[in-house]
């Protein structure tokens, strides 16, 4: 909930900037001018960074006992108040062999963020600069040392946008025979998870949860990076898209600008949709459709609903992330959750014991896991309206599309309106198929016999992520009615 409104904060105050959200209440008190923050690059090379402060300010980790004070300068900001609603509804009719499943829900949710007057706290680099110009950094510091072995970025925090009064956060919810999270969804993945569907015909929900944030909670902040050599020697990274990183022992190791953030890259230049057809073995959509037909369809379902909460669509990506790097799921990070989704996370979580086939069954989950990560790691890059249309759009449109962008990136050449699948050929669904382009800033163009399309100057990495949706939100409907 904070971390929804906060993040609805940055997108309307800052939206091509570079001011982060806060996403957790816990992290303000550390959100200190001049304090460290770690910068985790992600596993595919569009998703945007994750930010963790860390407990530590730049002071703590300089050799010598002198410690480095910052000098920082307040000023108002703006005052801010905001109001999101949501409404979803849904019916799943399904059947596969012996099991037969109606799941149907609605629901409305309301989110008010009523942070009032924001000040603004910014460092003063100039003086941090003088300050710092003859100190080295502690290279045996745990810090430092944990980060040497990752591929980690440390930043210092420059500004800090923060409440100046007490202010509130509310969010209410109604939701009615609601469709529980993604019904198991690792477990329906393979013969070594369980599965356990209860069938719950009438359930009722109404919420209603207010969050007092009291004054001075820092809701979003700017870092700058630091390049730090083997010797100790560092430099605070000035320059907009300046990367930072940890010399390691190895040259090949050592950040570049051309290796360590290819996501800054990759938004400011146009992607081709070619450079999925020598893609690597990583990046396959295929094991989605070795899923049951029934497990296929619920996923489907799922990630349609789920559309329409940002919030939800990255609390997905941030389990199947955690699940595909073998990491324990950490359910104190998921403490926004609501009671339907710690549902699921339980039964996603519902492993059972080993048996003689382990290891080949966890080879394919995992297979499983890295598609349904990829697919909905695409989906979180994609703007909102992109993700408003994939919501509306049925099992028929999608495979059309998906066959339709297959041939665009296959080929330079125009194509034959004629090569239009059938439902394509609709004026209506060709229409839905032009928005959808658009939306990610390229441009559907034709003639009496041809169509082509032309990517805009600012379409980075979109139309890449929205052919990936496409494929993958393709696979899993197909065969559906």
Known sequence: MFSKATANFVRHIDPEGSLKHVSRLND?????????????????????????PTDFTLSNLLQGDKVLSPDVSKTEFVTYKGTYRDKLSGKLDTEA??????????GTSKLQSCFGKLKKEELDVKKLLQDSSSRLIDMQQPLVQQLEKRADVLAVVKERILTANSCTVTQTKKERCVFQG???????????FKVCVKDSNNIEADSDVSLEIPSGTVIAYSILELEIKKSGHFNICLQPGSIGGIEADS??????HDSLDEVDKCNGEKVPLSALQNGSQEMDLSPLAELPQLTRCVLFKRLQETLGDRTALSYMECLLEELCSGETLNMAKHKELSESQRKSLSAILD?????????????GILSHLNAAHLLVSALEELPDPTLSLLSESSADFLEAFDTLMC?????????????LPVPLQDNQAFQLAEQLLSSTNVTVKRDSDRLWMEMGDEAGVLPLVLCLSIQGLSLLCKGQK
């Open 251 to 256: 040259p090949v190791s050592w950040p570049s």
């Open 97 to 106: 062999g012996s099991v037969r499943a109606t799941l149907e829900g609605q």
């Open 182 to 192: 993604m019904l198991g969804l690792v477990g329906m993945m393979g013969s070594s």
């Open 407 to 419: 041939m665009l990136k296959k080929s330079s050449e125009p194509l034959s309106i004629q090569c």
């Open 351 to 363: 492993r059972p014991g080993t048996d003689s086939h382990a290891e080949n069954s966890q080879c």
């Open 28 to 52: 303000s008190d550390k959100l200190v001018p001049m304090a460290l923050v770690v910068k985790r690059n992600r596993m595919w090379f569009w998703q945007r960074p994750k930010y963790q």
